[in-house]
């Protein structure tokens, strides 16, 4: 239960991320057109006559902070969006489209709850806002994210749904927009009732949070930190940043909520002197950790290192700290000490707790789109002058944390004997840092298949994946059975760190997870991920699907002749069929009764029994269907061939059906092969397709190469 | 050319499992070209697709037939082959 807990909000965290990804480019359009366009900043450096309105500059400036400024006043829609897309399993623009539609859906429902309840005027001041031109509630980011994890669930619920014939065109994927839009014009309605009663209590929350003040910025700076761990950061400081949690303002004359669209409200608005605190007392101190305190507990392990192995170390170190200065993504350093000295998190939990307290309360305002680097500081500290944000004075206490960074943790370290990297035991840890190295090097220069073959294989083969997502440094994945995970060969592709929670994998990567992650779902896609599903035979197998071979000549492609779930033969529950015995392909386990064309074809033989179809696709090779398991014992019950041998078929024409009920019930498994049983030396199959197929979807590919 | 006449016992007959077996069986020899006959339908014991069109059921009488330089040790092994999976 608890480990589903933690599945279920590691994949909200990781929704999150796709549209937190577009933040630092409008925070940067936001940053730089509002900071040439404000006319204070402007005569403060004489750049009136220059750049002042009427201008050139000052046109393209505008439309720049125009155009970022837009991003930010529409995030609950992206939010909507973006996570619909992070939480469906399948058929994810479907999901996209019933979230944009449920999200105008939900806020026109409630508009119409508002004008037909006495309007604008009878409601709590600041309690309204102009939604995409909606008058609605005040939602904010929760108005998004409701809608997003609603939609999900619908559509994960129906996407695959079955209607009455005379309905079917509504069925499937077309089916999840429509629910959509019939549950969220209730939600709306209800939301009209329930919200009002949240607003109250939530603004009466960021009052609380608010005014216990600088201890308040010091539990949030602490909290924050000691998320990160647990991936589950994102969900916690998202309020703070977007909703009434973090503090209102009003701001060039409108009612603004959570600090980042204060920030950034005060950074559009160009009466503005100086920040409000209100805007960024829960970001500034991030500055402070990334830029200056981390990097200084990278050198104190440096310094500990045994001498033997600091140049070593000093690589590793030096590029976490690098990364985290310049883009402020910390977890390939905070990972360096977090498992083997929880103590020293703990420690840099407090640290960070105090940083965001004393930049509160130094009126140090410097705001943020994505996280405390250098980049960010530039934009939203140094561009903006000092005399509105203070940034100077982040150096001072940036030094100061610096020091105390370096001189506790390498107390502490040597006190403790903490093994930071560098000071293991024996030569086993500092092994697997070299092979990680090793490995990184080798991915870039090479192919990356080797590194997804081991993610792969580390994870517990191709078939124990379920899912593959990640976040600003983590893989996120989640498994079927989490026995089969091997940390070791996890850790041994690269990874700073392996964290485990019942079906929920999360790999610390580093930045470069973007890349990870798609070499490893092109890997899991194509056919080699079939070809080595079992940990063991991996390595075994990995040699045998690299033969020699010459030219290709040609490629054959079928589609799927059936609806459902597709997986390579290996998974077959049939021993015989999955060690390839009789050919080698796919295996589907079928939603529909009904066998079509996968190509245009030659019947060769219907198997007297119907169970079973053979195609010839042209000289010399054949596809077999052979429908469900053991299914020859049912003696032609349950199946109506509607061809005959000889016959000539296109792709799509209907050659069987079946009763698929019966077999379920009667059969030791729907699960059907569809193989090349003709596989010569100088050909090669690849799965195009794992999970949900459509009939016709392209399934297998046949690589024929010269002999 | 060497060849025996057997009597399928198997009450599902030559379906896809015991021809992908037989097919595998007849692999190694290559150049011994292994055949299955039933009626007037002869086909190459290698050939997965070919046995199943046969549609052998139980109490059909087949002819496996052997030619070429290893025709003993292949029909030997056909033979024990049929014996004990059909």
Same mark, same amino acid.
């Given at each position: 239960?608890?480990?589903?807990?933690?599945?279920v909000?590691q994949r909200?965290?990781?929704?999150?991320?796709?549209?937190i990804?577009?933040?630092?480019?409008?925070?940067?359009l936001?940053?730089l057109? !509002?900071?040439?366009t404000n006319?204070t900043?402007?005569s403060?450096y004489?750049?009136?006559?220059?750049?002042?309105?009427?201008?050139?500059?000052?046109?393209?400036?505008?439309v720049? !902070?125009?155009?970022?400024?837009?991003?930010f006043?529409n995030?609950p829609l992206?939010f909507?969006?973006?996570?619909?897309?992070?939480?469906?399993?399948?058929e994810k623009?479907v999901?996209?489209?019933?979230a944009?539609?449920?999200?105008?859906?939900?806020?026109?429902?409630?508009?119409?709850?508002?004008?037909?309840?006495?309007?604008?005027?009878?409601l709590?001041e600041g !309690?309204?806002?102009s939604v995409?031109?909606?008058?609605?509630?005040?939602m904010?980011?929760?108005?998004?994210?409701?809608?997003g994890?609603g939609?999900?669930a619908?559509?994960?619920?129906?996407?695959?749904i079955?209607?009455?014939?005379?309905?079917?065109?509504?069925?499937?994927?077309r089916?999840v927009p429509?629910?959509?839009?019939?549950v969220?014009?209730?939600?709306?309605?209800a939301?009209?009732?329930?919200?009002?009663?949240i607003?109250?209590?939530?603004?009466?929350?960021?009052?609380?949070?608010?005014?216990?003040?600088?201890?308040?910025t %010091?539990?949030?700076?602490?909290?924050?930190?000691?998320?990160?761990?647990?991936?589950?950061?994102?969900?916690?400081?998202?309020?703070?940043?977007?909703?009434?949690?973090?503090g209102?303002?009003?701001?060039a004359?409108?009612?603004?909520s959570?600090a980042?669209?204060? %920030?950034?409200?005060?950074?559009?608005?160009?009466t503005?002197?100086?920040?409000?605190?209100?805007g960024?007392?829960?970001?500034?101190?991030?500055?402070v950790?990334?830029i200056?305190?981390?990097?200084?507990?990278?050198l104190?392990?440096?310094?500990?290192?045994s001498?033997?192995?600091?140049?070593?170390v000093?690589?590793?170190?030096?590029?976490a700290?690098?990364t985290?200065?310049?883009?402020?993504i910390?977890?390939?350093?905070?990972?360096?000490?977090?498992?083997?000295?929880?103590?020293?998190?703990?420690?840099?939990?407090?640290f960070?707790?105090?940083a965001?307290?004393?930049?509160?309360i130094? *009126?140090?305002?410097?705001?943020?789109?994505?996280?405390g680097?250098f980049?960010d500081?530039a934009?939203?500290?140094?561009?903006q002058? *000092?005399?509105?944000?203070?940034?100077l004075l982040?150096?001072?206490?940036?030094?100061a %944390?610096?020091?105390?960074?370096?001189?506790?943790?390498?107390?502490?370290?040597l006190?403790?004997?903490?093994?930071?990297?560098?000071?293991?035991?024996?030569?086993?840890e500092?092994?697997?840092?070299t092979?990680?190295?090793?490995?990184?090097?080798k991915?870039e220069?090479?192919?990356s298949?080797?590194?997804?073959?081991?993610?792969?294989?580390?994870?517990?083969?191709?078939? *124990?994946?379920?899912?593959? $997502?990640c976040c600003?440094?983590?893989?996120?994945i989640? +498994?079927?059975d989490?026995?089969?995970?091997?940390q070791a060969?996890?850790k041994s592709?690269g990874?700073?760190?392996?964290?485990?929670?019942?079906?929920g994998?999360?790999?610390?990567y580093?930045?470069?997870v973007?890349?990870?992650?798609?070499?490893?779902?092109e890997y899991?896609?194509s056919?080699a991920?079939?070809a080595?599903?079992?940990p063991a035979q991996?390595?075994?197998?990995a040699?045998?699907?690299?033969?020699?071979?010459?030219?290709?000549?040609r490629?054959?492609?079928?589609?799927?002749?059936?609806?459902g779930?597709?997986?390579?033969?290996?998974?077959?529950p049939?021993?015989?069929?999955?060690?390839k015995?009789?050919? $080698?392909?796919?295996?589907? +386990?079928?939603?529909?009764?009904?066998?079509?064309?996968?190509?245009?074809?030659?019947i060769?033989?219907?198997?007297?029994?119907?169970?079973?179809i053979g195609?010839e696709?042209e000289?010399?090779?054949?596809v077999?269907?052979?429908?469900?398991? *053991?299914?020859?014992?049912?003696?032609?019950?349950g199946?109506k061939?509607?061809v005959?041998?000889?016959?000539?078929?296109?792709?799509? $024409?209907?050659?069987?059906?079946?009763d698929?009920?019966?077999?379920?019930?009667?059969?030791s498994?729907?699960?059907?092969?569809?193989?090349?049983?003709?596989?010569?030396?100088?050909?090669?199959?690849?799965l195009?397709k794992?999970?949900h +197929?459509?009939?016709?979807e392209?399934?297998l590919?046949?690589?024929?190469?010269?002999? | 050319m060497?060849?025996f006449?057997?009597v399928?016992?198997d009450?599902?007959?030559i379906?896809?499992?015991?021809?992908?077996?037989?097919?595998k069986?007849?692999?190694?020899?290559a150049d011994?070209?292994?055949?299955?006959?039933?009626?007037?339908?002869?086909v190459?014991?290698?050939?997965?697709?070919?046995?199943?069109s046969?549609?052998?059921?139980?109490?059909?009488?087949?002819?496996?037939?052997?030619?070429g330089?290893?025709e003993?040790?292949?029909?030997?092994?056909m033979?024990?082959?049929?014996?004990?999976?059909?």
């Amino acid at each position: 239960m608890k480990d589903k807990f933690f599945g279920v909000l590691q994949r909200v965290g990781r929704s999150f991320m796709l549209p937190i990804a577009i933040l630092p480019v409008a925070g940067l359009l936001l940053g730089l057109g !509002s900071s040439f366009t404000n006319e204070t900043t402007l005569s403060t450096y004489g750049l009136l006559d220059l750049m002042g309105p009427g201008t050139v500059p000052y046109f393209i400036f505008s439309v720049l !902070s125009r155009c970022g400024g837009v991003i930010f006043d529409n995030l609950p829609l992206l939010f909507a969006i973006g996570v619909a897309i992070g939480m469906a399993r399948q058929e994810k623009e479907v999901a996209a489209l019933a979230a944009a539609v449920s999200f105008l859906v939900m806020h026109s429902g409630i508009s119409a709850m508002i004008g037909l309840t006495g309007g604008t005027e009878a409601l709590l001041e600041g !309690s309204t806002a102009s939604v995409l031109g909606i008058t609605s509630l005040q939602m904010g980011a929760f108005g998004g994210i409701i809608v997003g994890l609603g939609v999900a669930a619908l559509h994960n619920r129906f996407y695959k749904i079955q209607l009455p014939q005379a309905l079917s065109f509504f069925g499937g994927t077309r089916f999840v927009p429509i629910i959509s839009t019939l549950v969220f014009a209730v939600v709306g309605i209800a939301m009209f009732f329930i919200w009002q009663p949240i607003q109250t209590g939530i603004n009466a929350l960021g009052g609380l949070v608010y005014s216990s003040g600088y201890l308040g910025t %010091f539990l949030f700076g602490m909290i924050k930190r000691l998320l990160i761990p647990f991936g589950l950061h994102h969900v916690f400081y998202l309020p703070f940043w977007q909703t009434a949690v973090g503090g209102t303002m009003e701001v060039a004359g409108t009612m603004v909520s959570g600090a980042q669209n204060i %920030f950034f409200a005060q950074l559009a608005d160009p009466t503005v002197t100086h920040f409000s605190t209100a805007g960024t007392w829960c970001f500034t101190g991030e500055f402070v950790l990334y830029i200056f305190g981390f990097p200084g507990a990278a050198l104190a392990m440096y310094h500990c290192a045994s001498p033997a192995r600091k140049k070593r170390v000093g690589g590793l170190l030096l590029s976490a700290a690098l990364t985290s200065i310049l883009t402020g993504i910390t977890e390939p350093l905070e990972f360096s000490f977090l498992f083997v000295a929880p103590l020293l998190f703990a420690i840099s939990a407090v640290f960070a707790g105090l940083a965001y307290m004393l930049c509160h309360i130094l *009126n140090i305002t410097v705001g943020l789109t994505f996280s405390g680097g250098f980049i960010d500081l530039a934009l939203f500290g140094i561009l903006q002058g *000092n005399e509105k944000t203070g940034w100077l004075l982040l150096l001072p206490l940036g030094a100061a %944390f610096f020091a105390a960074y370096y001189f506790v943790f390498r107390f502490l370290i040597l006190k403790f004997d903490f093994k930071t990297p560098g000071r293991e035991e024996g030569d086993q840890e500092t092994k697997l840092y070299t092979k990680a190295d090793y490995n990184a090097r080798k991915a870039e220069s090479e192919a990356s298949a080797g590194r997804s073959a081991a993610i792969a294989r580390g994870l517990g083969g191709a078939a *124990n994946i379920k899912d593959v $997502d990640c976040c600003a440094t983590r893989l996120r994945i989640t +498994v079927q059975d989490s026995a089969a995970v091997d940390q070791a060969v996890l850790k041994s592709t690269g990874a700073a760190g392996v964290i485990q929670k019942g079906a929920g994998v999360q790999v610390v990567y580093g930045p470069q997870v973007n890349i990870i992650k798609a070499e490893l779902e092109e890997y899991l896609r194509s056919g080699a991920a079939a070809a080595a599903p079992a940990p063991a035979q991996a390595e075994e197998t990995a040699e045998a699907t690299k033969p020699e071979h010459g030219k290709l000549l040609r490629t054959l492609v079928i589609g799927s002749p059936m609806h459902g779930e597709a997986a390579p033969v290996t998974a077959s529950p049939d021993a015989a069929f999955a060690e390839k015995m009789m050919g $080698d392909g796919a295996t589907i +386990v079928p939603c529909e009764g009904l066998v079509t064309a996968p190509c245009d074809a030659t019947i060769s033989f219907v198997f007297d029994t119907n169970h079973a179809i053979g195609l010839e696709l042209e000289e010399g090779i054949e596809v077999l269907i052979h429908v469900g398991i *053991n299914t020859v014992e049912l003696k032609g019950q349950g199946f109506k061939a509607l061809v005959q041998e000889g016959d000539q078929v296109k792709k799509g $024409d209907p050659l069987l059906e079946f009763d698929l009920d019966y077999i379920r019930e009667n059969a030791s498994s729907t699960s059907s092969p569809v193989l090349f049983t003709t596989m010569e030396d100088n050909q090669q199959l690849r799965l195009l397709k794992a999970g949900h +197929v459509k009939p016709g979807e392209d399934l297998l590919a046949l690589d024929i190469y010269e002999a | 050319m060497k060849s025996f006449v057997y009597v399928i016992k198997d009450p599902l007959g030559i379906h896809a499992r015991p021809a992908g077996m037989l097919a595998k069986a007849a692999k190694p020899y290559a150049d011994t070209p292994i055949t299955v006959t039933k009626g007037d339908k002869t086909v190459k014991a290698s050939q997965l697709m070919k046995l199943m069109s046969l549609g052998v059921k139980t109490g059909d009488e087949v002819t496996v037939a052997a030619e070429g330089p290893a025709e003993d040790e292949a029909i030997a092994a056909m033979e024990a082959f049929f014996k004990e999976n059909l």
